[in-house]
């Protein structure tokens, strides 16, 4: 995917603004607080159809604005296309795709194919499980959507036995809630364990690539029960774990194994990366992670997404950096930093200052 063009209106600090981007990598630099990261944030909406930063779709309207309008032109599956956001205060927003507005917002999703990197992003590997499980359900659901139907499921049962077991339940009762949690769980855990077997060769590459071969980084699935081969043999395995504890649940009261319990596992150098390694070594993991990521979906879908990063290359050496950048395999590459020559990028390059909500292209 390439993203041509971007025009906003009344969007954060900007009354007005139209960005045109090339092919290959644009840098958009400024000082602290001029409206960089603002205008990743507009192109992420046609990615996701809501901000990476807020849940509130109000706080991007320009202050004492009533409306926000983002559009974009770009390419796509072969073609040139439009999408157009309008955001209202209090009111749904709007969507438009080539021009005719789409009833969902899930229709927006799969069409503007992106990732994203930002600060944030670190989170995956030095926040709490929750958030590795997010990421895992959010980029699974991305190319398998029945994984959403399964986990769903998983979770309304879940959520069903922890409040029976709040009120000290008959064993034979929960029984019948273990074997609804293995049939459903087990589907999950299929899903996981295809995701990760795929996902971890190609981000132990890109890591391997950014850092040099001195460092390597593995990700694994690391399930709260053992994986197994089919559904079945899954379902059987989580039904008896989950039997097995049928007394410590009901004396705790709340639901202490399946896949709600799943984590996710970084080594660097073979060592917990959470423990040991340096800022620099967690920031190429989780960017490689999310680079790793996007191939898969390439993989899927036929198309390569583009590449915003966010602010990453603090606390990523000038090596690294460099080869980041430069071996991106001709995906398009929209990246904001404070300094111009934070960066040499070798192929074709294009430069946006930014300041006070006003883009320049910069020669
Ligand atoms: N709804 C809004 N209306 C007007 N201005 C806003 C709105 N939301 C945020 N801003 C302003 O946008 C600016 C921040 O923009 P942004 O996050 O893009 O900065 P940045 O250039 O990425 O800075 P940094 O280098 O610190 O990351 C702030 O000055 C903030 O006050
Ligand atoms: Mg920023």
Redesign the pocket.
Known sequence: MRVNRLYIQDF??YKEAEVTFCPGVNLIY?K???????LLEALWLFTNAKSFRTAQDG?????SAESATVKTGYTAFGRDQTAEIILNTGKRKLLRLGGAPLEKTSELLGQFPAVLFSPDELHIITGAPEVRRRFTDSAISAFRPAYYGALRTYLRVWKQKNVLLKNTPEKEALSVWNEQMAQSGAKVMQYRKEFFSRLAPLAAEMHRQVAGKEEYMEVSYAPSVPVKETVEMQAEALFAALEKKRDAEIYAGLSLVGPHRDEMKFTVNGKDARSFASQGQMKTAAVSLKIAQGMLLEEETGEPPAVFLD?ILGELDEERRNFLLSNMHGRQIIL?C?ERDAVKVEGETRYFH?EDGTVCIST
């Open positions: 954060r600090n400024g602290n607080a001029q409206g960089k990261t603002n706080e991007m309207i320009r202050f602010d904001t404070t930014v």
